[in-house]
């Protein structure tokens, strides 16, 4: 594969570090687009949580494909005569399932913090939270149509914070096997996950009782890149209203969105760059 030259600067997109052929629910010409405006109007530093959200997603999609990998390794190796344990996939999968949480609220955060800046709320603090109904009614004072899409994800703001809450603070997830055939996976969640591991024990297995890892996976990072466009559409309408002219986009910008940083700290006179392939997203 050819490569450009690396460049020195990198002009018409805010958005690095970015793999759309992975964030395939986030529409790259959007990002370019705001880009170039935002670049435009010199407002770069406000938008640096809007960017950083959007790396924090790509973790949530790493570490939920990572989880569902595990699932199908184990299940691979399940047959009828014997009970397998997986120390290492067990632990992986707690891992990442957990990862999944914290960084979809981290993502969440960013987010908050940049609508607050963008809107010039008046929440400060711990108050630029999503799940608090009075910045959410902060939100729909300034942009009455932007607050209204917000608001049918409140459901799903306390619900996440109450199960982040309840595994970082209090206790954890518990990984276990289920051997034989069920309609939820060989490494279900638990839907109430303050019941403590003993009765999470003695639960059925069945869907009104567990999540399978692939749905709770799903579940989450769905609204949160749901909840991302939203803004990414809300943003470009707010920062036209007041555009003159238009703004060129240059061909190749696209490219921009997927260059990771580096440093020499020696003289060298690259003629390229070298990439790393995985052979999956789940391999590493």
Known sequence: MSLPPFPKKLEGTIFTEIMPQFLKEVNP???????????????????????????????????????????????????????????????????????????TKSALDSMAVFLTNLLELRARGGDRDFKKVRFRVEIMKKESNLG???????????????IRDEWIHRSSIRSRIIQGKNEVGILPIPKNVTLNFEKQMELPITKDSFISTNNFANYHYSNLVSLFNIIIDGAIEIEKRNLKGTIPIPSDVEKQLTLFPTRAIKDMKPDGI????HKSLSDW
């Open 29 to 103: 010409k959007k990002l370019v687009e705001l880009g170039a405006i935002i670049i435009k109007k010199k407002k770069k530093l406000m938008y640096e949580p809007l960017t950083d959200s959007l790396r924090k997603i790509q973790w949530v999609k790493l570490v939920s494909s990572k989880a569902i990998s595990i699932e199908s390794e184990i299940e691979n190796e399940m047959d009828s005569n014997n009970l397998i344990m997986d120390p290492i996939g067990q632990t992986a999968h707690s891992l990442c399932v957990t990862d999944c949480l914290i960084h």
């Open 148 to 162: 209204s899409k917000i608001n049918k994800f409140n459901y799903w703001f306390k619900e996440l914070q109450d």
């Open 274 to 277: 070298k990439v790393k392939f």
